[in-house]
């Protein structure tokens, strides 16, 4: 049984974090730094790590942070048949599991020098799985893993 009550707290701090970013006040290294420290960070009470990205996962990239357009592709490199997923989000600092077009291409094949790989893993992951798993949201989670958010951060969805 995993702790979601942890999930949602660096789902919090996630929020937050994407906030500074987009304001200038942080830069995009130090973003994706402190976001993957986030998704590390769960482990420490048995949490999900995609918990702790809950709140931008489905609607930017794991690695450039850009906001993808609703219906534009965004996979998970969890969906691969890869096996140095953990290796992967730890070499490149990415905030999420979630890489755009662009993204994904550039860390696949740059990790595995191998560029046909990656036209390989999008169409397995299209046969695999359904839209909703490797296509952008376009907007931010509405709710913190299901829950709502507190009262003081409904203003700001």
């Known amino acids: 049984m995993s702790c979601h009550d942890v999930g949602r707290a660096i789902n919090?701090?996630?929020?937050?974090?994407?906030?500074?970013?987009?304001?200038?006040?942080?830069?995009?290294?130090?973003?994706?730094?402190?976001l993957n420290e986030?998704?590390?960070?769960?482990?420490?009470?048995?949490?999900?790590?995609?918990?702790?990205?809950?709140?931008?996962?489905?609607c930017r990239c794991g690695n450039c942070l850009k906001m993808i357009k609703q219906g534009e592709n965004l996979?998970?490199?969890?969906?691969?048949?890869?096996?140095?997923?953990?290796?992967?989000?730890?070499?490149?600092?990415?905030?999420?599991?979630?890489?755009?077009?662009?993204?994904?291409?550039?860390?696949?094949?740059?990790?595995?020098?191998?560029?046909?790989l990656c036209k390989e893993e999008k169409s397995r992951i299209k046969e695999r799985y359904e839209e909703k798993y490797y296509i952008s949201e376009g907007k931010y989670s509405e709710t913190n893993n299901g829950c709502r958010w507190p009262?003081?951060?409904s203003s700001n969805i």
């Open 12 to 34: 919090s701090v996630g929020r937050v974090v994407i906030e500074e970013y987009d304001k200038g006040a942080i830069n995009l290294d130090a973003a994706k730094r402190i």
């Open 38 to 58: 986030c998704c590390n960070a769960v482990n420490w009470c048995d949490g999900n790590s995609d918990e702790a990205s809950d709140y931008f996962r489905r």
């Open 75 to 116: 996979y998970s490199i969890w969906h691969t048949s890869i096996n140095s997923t953990y290796e992967i989000e730890e070499k490149y600092d990415l905030a999420s599991d979630s890489l755009c077009d662009n993204c994904f291409d550039t860390i696949i094949s740059e990790y595995y020098n191998d560029k046909s």
């Open 151 to 153: 009262q003081r951060f």
